[in-house]
């Protein structure tokens, strides 16, 4: 936080929603549907989760009303902000009955995303470097060349969370535009707003705000820094590149392989996760043939296919391939961890696996093995 820091009230973030859709922005936001906190286009500032609550446990996922009107008390729910960057499904080429290309038109509408928490903050960074890094995909940069953030400290960590540990939170870092501390006592409803751009302080001007006070920044921080001793989960302090890649061969994988379904919702909910695949489709008179692009998973069986069949053929095999991939060989690829702490393989996995688990796990192990070669 700035030291330039004011607050608005409750109808203050219903009035930022509305400047924003004015400024011609699609505004995403969270919201109630289907038993479950989603990400979704908001009509207005009433759609927002207001008295809301979650919780979370491995495999487990339950909305419940709190106490009070709390907009933002809430961990992540099973979307994340990458289905808007980079879509689930989209249509990238076509071709017509001469079988020559034919142009595919997109045209991303401006958006701005209200309440990203300090994980999910670091996977859209993430994803900025592995989608628009040297070989720059086109539709993931037109999206996220004129997004607008609109950040949220977390001052309640939910049970699967560990983003403490991975250094991508409680509190937010650079890279929005406006960050919000909400808080509810005896002075009411309100949220703490610090710019991080010219252009929040462009939208900022539109709505009534007041400055804060300094006791009531430093309650605030207080606040983000209490959660941090509050995380649900944390990741072993260990040195998580080296442990994998000393485990290849661990019989642990064995064991993880006998729970793990590979269904890949590990892979689906993830917000870092960027593989795809492509199908042609045509239809029944054969004049007309589309391409598509999907998100795939390497807990796919085809996903590693060569001519011959697939490279990784086990549950055991493919289990490892991405938790290294995620916790090693990414630092390779990219420069960072691909995983962010926001706990949701963990919430969404209907085994019941705990990344962070199956991590202390391996050190375990290794530990052992160690202690019996000496």
């Not at 485990?247 to 729970?259: C, F, K, L, T, Y």
Request: proline share 5%; aromatic share 8%; with cysteine.
């Amino acid at each position: 936080m700035s030291e330039d820091i004011v607050m608005i009230d409750r109808a203050g973030l219903d009035r930022l929603v509305d400047v924003l859709q004015q400024r011609g922005y699609r505004v995403i936001g969270p919201q109630v549907r289907d038993n479950a906190i989603v990400l979704d286009e908001l009509d207005s500032g009433k759609r927002l989760p207001a008295g809301w609550g979650v919780e979370t446990a491995p495999g487990r996922y339950r909305l419940h009303r709190r106490d009070d009107a709390a907009v933002f008390a809430h961990s992540a729910g099973p979307g994340s902000w990458k289905q808007f960057l980079h879509p689930p499904r989209r249509k990238i080429a076509q071709f017509g009955p001469d079988l020559e290309p034919e142009p595919v038109e997109e045209s991303p509408v401006r958006s701005a995303f209200l309440g990203v928490r300090g994980c999910d903050l670091t996977s859209i960074a993430i994803l900025g470097k592995v989608l628009g890094g040297a070989h720059p995909d086109a539709s993931f940069t037109a999206r996220r060349k004129e997004l607008f953030i609109v950040a949220v400290n977390c001052t309640e960590p939910g049970g699967v969370c560990f983003c403490a540990s991975m250094g991508t939170g409680p509190g937010v870092s650079a890279g929005y535009d406006l960050a919000l501390t909400e808080r509810i006592d005896a002075e009411g409803h309100r949220f703490l707003v610090d710019v991080g751009s010219a252009d929040g302080a462009e939208i900022l001007a539109e709505i009534t705000a007041r400055p804060a006070e300094a006791e009531q920044i430093a309650a605030a921080r207080a606040a983000v820094t209490a959660a941090t001793g509050r995380m649900g989960r944390e990741m072993p302090e260990v040195d998580i590149r080296a442990l994998l890649h000393e485990s290849r061969e661990s019989p642990h994988w064995h064991d993880v392989a006998g729970r793990c379904f590979t269904c890949g919702n590990c892979t689906m909910v993830c917000p870092t996760c960027f593989c795809t695949s492509t199908e042609d489709v045509t239809d029944l008179t054969g004049d007309h043939a589309e391409r598509w692009e999907h998100w795939s998973s390497c807990f796919e069986l085809d996903f590693s296919y060569l001519h011959g069949g697939s490279v990784r053929q086990s549950g055991e095999s493919r289990y490892r391939q991405w938790i290294t991939h995620k916790l090693s060989t990414w630092y390779e690829q990219f420069g960072s961890s691909g995983c962010v702490g926001c706990g949701r393989c963990i919430a969404w996995c209907p085994a019941e696996i705990d990344l962070t688990a199956e991590v202390a796990r391996l050190a375990e192990s290794a530990e052992e093995t160690d202690h019996a070669d000496r």
